[in-house]
């Protein structure tokens, strides 16, 4: 009887030891700290104001879950192999994640699973300058998660994604970024809602290769210019899986060569264009 009770109690301490860890919230206000509460099963609430990941002095990590990677001017930070983390604003205003890199990407996430960010503003700072590195990077994984997000340039794309299996976006912006909006290799079940993709710039806005389940919806695409003649595509789709999916966006005073080259590519759902100038022609035929 005595080992019965033994057994159990040792039984309940292990499970209350991971439900704690599991509930792990962290609060902080500063860059430093930020980085050592990277782990997994927890949140991370950062406190108002800008947090410098290039600021850090020494930029040598002896973490698990994050590293750093020389990007020709700087580092950029990699969190890698964590499972069920959170970051998450806790101020009326987002809190503002930055890098002054130019190369580098703002944050990079490599083989994470059940990753969120939540009111959270990130890009390239406090200059924003000329840019050959992203804001968002994704390798692998899956089940990322923004709400309420800001990402913006001068970072060459908000955001960035390869073989990634579960990708929600929800009331989140990306803005002001100067080679386009978003490309996504290899991903499958996507899905954006309530999201404004303005003021990007140079070549096709969204870029979908190989992609799968991919939804647009209650989206706003406004001001947006695919500037070449080559391609000039504000869609550029390679071997979508399925058609991608636009139910009630908003595609306002955008400039392109073509919407897309394919309309089959698409599954239109009370989606409306207005006031934008497809320079030759919305599809080639």
């Not at 020709?72 to 930070?77: I, K, L, Q, T």
């Not at 290899?186 to 140079?202: K, L, R, S, T, Y």
């Not at 080559?230 to 966006?249: D, E, H, R």
């Amino acid at each position: 009887m005595m080992k019965k009770y033994l057994f159990l109690g040792m039984f309940c301490v292990s499970f209350l030891s991971t439900l704690i860890a599991q509930n792990k919230e962290i609060t902080v206000d500063n860059v430093q700290d930020l980085l050592d509460a990277i782990g997994p099963d927890r949140t991370i609430n950062l406190k108002s104001g800008t947090y410098d990941l290039s600021s850090v002095s020494e930029q040598i990590s002896t973490s698990d879950y994050y590293s750093y990677n020389n990007q020709h001017d700087g580092n950029e930070v990699i969190i890698h192999d964590i499972k069920n983390l959170t970051i998450k604003g806790i101020g009326s205003r987002p809190a503002e994640i930055i890098t002054r890199p130019q190369y580098g990407n703002v944050l990079v996430f490599q083989g994470c699973t059940n990753i969120s960010l939540e009111n959270i503003e990130a890009g390239h700072g406090p200059e924003k300058g000329y840019c050959t590195g992203g804001v968002i990077k994704i390798a692998g994984g899956g089940d990322f998660s923004f709400k309420d997000c800001i990402f913006y340039g001068s970072g060459t794309e908000g955001i960035t994604a390869d073989y990634v299996v579960g990708i929600t976006a929800e009331n989140t912006t990306i803005r002001n970024c100067t080679y386009g909006i978003m490309s996504l290799t290899n991903c499958q079940d996507v899905q954006f809602n309530g999201c404004d993709f303005m003021d990007n710039e140079e070549f096709e806005m969204i870029s979908l290769r190989e992609c799968e389940n991919v939804i647009f919806q209650d989206c706003h695409f406004k001001r947006n210019q695919s500037k070449g003649d080559f391609m000039g595509l504000f869609f550029n789709i390679y071997a979508p899986k399925n058609p991608i999916k636009l139910k009630k966006c908003l595609f306002q005073h955008n400039n392109a060569k073509h919407f897309a080259e394919r309309k089959d590519d698409f599954k239109f759902d009370k989606t409306d264009f207005s006031n934008n100038t497809f320079r030759a022609g919305k599809f080639p035929n």
